[in-house]
């Protein structure tokens, strides 16, 4: 995995380049006052890494641009939605490549690094923060 700035220097890298960058140009944008962390996805055919950011009223943003994926309204625009209903969103769009086991494997930033068994346990674990 590379750091931001070997991403911006050699102007390419995967998902989880990609994400961390993303994670890194957020964090430094709001001053690091909300959560901004990478989500890391697995099943039997792979992985993958995105960008999460809870939202108050127990809702959740996925931004993945490795995957060309965002919550986003019917009309395209950026928004949340609830937690569950959302990483379910994310895991149905990434099915076909990751397999019918996709789940969510761990949550981590410059402060916080979460292992899960399941997605379930990782959607408990949001709606306890």
């Not at 001053?31 to 099943?43: A, F, H, N, R």
């Not at 990434?94 to 410059?110: A, C, E, I, K, Q």
């Amino acid at each position: 995995w590379q750091y931001s700035s070997e991403t911006l220097n050699l102007k390419q890298g995967d998902c989880e380049d990609m994400a961390i960058l993303l994670t890194s140009m957020i964090l430094s944008y709001n001053g690091e006052k909300y959560s901004i962390e990478c989500i890391e996805l697995t099943g039997s055919l792979g992985s993958h890494v995105g960008v999460q950011f809870p939202v108050t009223g127990n809702k959740l943003t996925i931004l993945d641009p490795a995957g060309n994926y965002y919550t986003q309204t019917w009309y395209s625009s950026l928004t949340s939605e609830d937690i569950t209903t959302e990483i379910n969103n994310w895991l149905s769009h990434w099915r076909p490549s990751l397999g019918n086991d996709v789940r969510v494997y761990s949550v981590f930033s410059n402060t916080l690094v979460k292992y899960f068994s399941s997605t379930s346990e990782y959607v408990s674990w949001m709606y306890n923060r």
